[in-house]
Each structure stands twice: as C-alpha cells, then as structure tokens.
C-alpha cells in the first residue's frame, strides 16, 4: 500500500555505500521509485541498473546542487560515522564534514525545490536520564562523550526547523533520532565497528578470551534495521509538517543481554568473557520513547533483538565466507 506513493518518484538517497542508505536503497528498488544515490569514498553496496549513483564529496555545494536536480524526496543518510573509539579519541571527525555536508544539503534541496527532507539525527541529542526520552525533552545539555556529535546534529536539526519553519517559502523537513540501528551492511571493521557488529563478529570467529569494552552494564535501544527502514519510509510519505520522531525499539535492554543472545546464537556459550573497562564505553543509559511514531505512523516494530541478531549473524556469515570486513 505505502508503495504506491514512491512509485515513479524521483529519490535521492545520500549516503548509498552506507548502512542506512543501503538498507533503504533494497526497500526503494521494491516499489518502482527512480532511485538516485550518492557515495564517496565507498562503492555502493548494492548495484542496480534501476539506481543512478553520483560519486562525490557532497562538503562541495555544486556536486550538491547536481544530485539534487529534479529530485522530489530527499533521505540525508550521509554522515562520517563511527563507533565509541573514534567518539572519544577525535570527535572533531564528526564536526566540520558533517555539519558541512548537512547544510550544503539542505540548501542544494531548496534551491531544487524538493519536496521532503528527511534528516537522520541521533538519540546523542538528548540530555543524559534514567527517564524515556520524548521529542520534546531536548534541552541542548548532552552526556559529555556525545557534546560534538550532539552539537553537530543539534544545529542540523535547527537548520532543519529553518527551512520549515522561519522563511517565507518553507520547505518541508523531517528529524528522525533513530535507536542504536544494528542489522546487515553495517560496519564490521574493527576500526569503526559499534557495540553490537564487533561483539558479534568476535563471536562467530570464536575469540577465546572475549574482550567487551566496558563492564556490560550500558541500557540501550537497539533497533533491527528493517523496522527502522520501514518507519522512515512511512514518515517520509505520512508526514507533510515539521515533524521530529523517534524510532526505536522502545524497549530497554543491557549488554549483558545482548551478548548472552549473540553468544547463544553463534553457538559460542563456552566464551570466557572479558570486560575491560579501559576502553572507550558511551552514556551508560538511553531509553527512548516511541508512542509518537506509533501514533503519527501507525508504525510500530516487528522484529525482537533475537531474531535480527540472528538475520545478522547468517549475513554475515554469508558475506565474510571468504574474507574479511577489512578486505572490501
């Protein structure tokens, strides 16, 4: 049913070669959209004749405005990303190119006139709770880790009301703060892998003592990708305001478990685990609430955290069969 809405539609999803982007790009190919992709360093994961992809660095406003032409929904899936270590060691990576590539963005769609633009945010953009955070509770104090990245997604997301809200002719924005998104075509080099992709990596190669950063305690939202995919399809064809929307699991849960799941499902329960708490961990606690999203999208997710490990898992033991997340 939602497919119709993309039918024939002119689609651009920045960020192509990555882990949302191409998750997005499979659901889009579905439903017949004119799909437009951009990657830079990375070749796209996923080729199609269907799909027309620029190769570009989008921290340039003319490669911009080209990917834009004629475009009539816009998904910002572009982001330097990265796990904990690079979060702590030099979140200045996350500053300048990102907040670049964000404006250069919104201001190439407007000036293409485009439709909708939906901006991916994070749940860094809250302040540091025991509570469930709703979409109001941004209050511009973040959990000292998160201060750059928060600040850089912050300002993008006041970039974003701007456009819809403070001129004349606004264009019509969308903020989603997404869960902690884990599933296929995520990162799982050792150098930018997060919590759940380098866990469950160690795992399926049997590292014997298993190393966790960190004492396991960490309370989450861990999101399958597919759930996710889905709700940001549907906000982009429900939603015709400013809107800001979690989408998450809703439901908390600690690292502890996450591994005794992964270790169930990659037959490895003999692992001697090894928590160090020298390495870089992040906020210990983020619960998010989701009514919103459910409210807004009738959206609500389908897919509990063992059967997407384990959708994870048999990907990956496909994808890797022959090499290394280094190799590619």
């Known amino acids: 049913k939602m497919l119709n809405f993309y039918k024939n539609k002119n689609i651009l999803v920045t960020g192509g070669s990555g882990f949302v982007g191409s998750n997005l790009i499979s659901s889009l190919l579905?439903?017949?959209?004119?799909?437009?992709t951009t990657s830079f360093k990375n070749k796209p994961i996923i080729n199609d004749k269907k799909i027309t992809n620029y190769q570009c660095d989008l921290r340039n406003l003319d490669n911009c405005r080209k990917v834009c032409k004629d475009i009539?929904?816009?998904f910002m899936c572009a982001a330097n990303t990265s796990g904990a270590k690079i979060m702590e060691k030099s979140p200045l990576d996350h500053l300048t190119p990102n907040i670049n590539m964000n404006l250069n963005m919104l201001e190439a769609a407007y000036e293409?006139?485009?439709?909708?633009f939906l901006f991916i945010s994070s749940n860094t953009v809250y302040p540091d709770t025991d509570q469930p955070v709703k979409e109001q509770d941004v209050n511009?104090?973040?959990?000292?880790?998160?201060y750059i990245v928060a600040w850089m997604k912050r300002f993008t997301e006041i970039?974003?009301?701007?456009?819809?809200?403070?001129?004349?002719?606004?264009?019509?924005?969308?903020?989603?703060?997404?869960?902690?998104?884990?599933?296929?075509?995520?990162?799982?080099?050792?150098?930018?892998s997060k919590a759940i992709p380098a866990i469950l990596r160690r795992a399926i190669e049997k590292q014997n003592p298993l190393e966790i950063w960190g004492d396991g305690s960490d309370i989450k939202d861990y999101l399958y990708i597919d759930d996710f995919i889905e709700a940001i399809l549907l906000a982009m064809e429900k939603i015709d305001t400013f809107q800001v929307l979690n989408i998450a699991s809703g439901k908390p849960v600690s690292l502890r478990q996450v591994i005794k799941s992964i270790l169930e499902l990659a037959d490895f329960n003999e692992a001697e685990l090894i928590f160090d708490k020298s390495k870089p961990t992040m906020i210990p606690k983020r619960i998010i609430n989701i009514s919103l999203a459910k409210e807004k999208l009738n959206w609500h997710p389908k897919i509990e955290l063992s059967e997407g490990l384990r959708n994870t898992i048999d990907w990956y033991k496909q994808k890797y069969k022959y090499n290394q997340p280094e190799d590619i």
């Open 72 to 74: 009539d929904y816009l």
């Open 159 to 192: 970039v974003c009301d701007i456009y819809s809200n403070k001129i004349k002719s606004p264009m019509n924005t969308i903020i989603i703060r997404p869960g902690n998104l884990y599933g296929p075509n995520d990162k799982f080099d050792w150098e930018k």
């Open 112 to 116: 293409n006139n485009v439709k909708k």
């Open 30 to 36: 579905k439903v017949d959209a004119n799909i437009f």
């Open 140 to 146: 511009n104090d973040f959990y000292e880790k998160y």
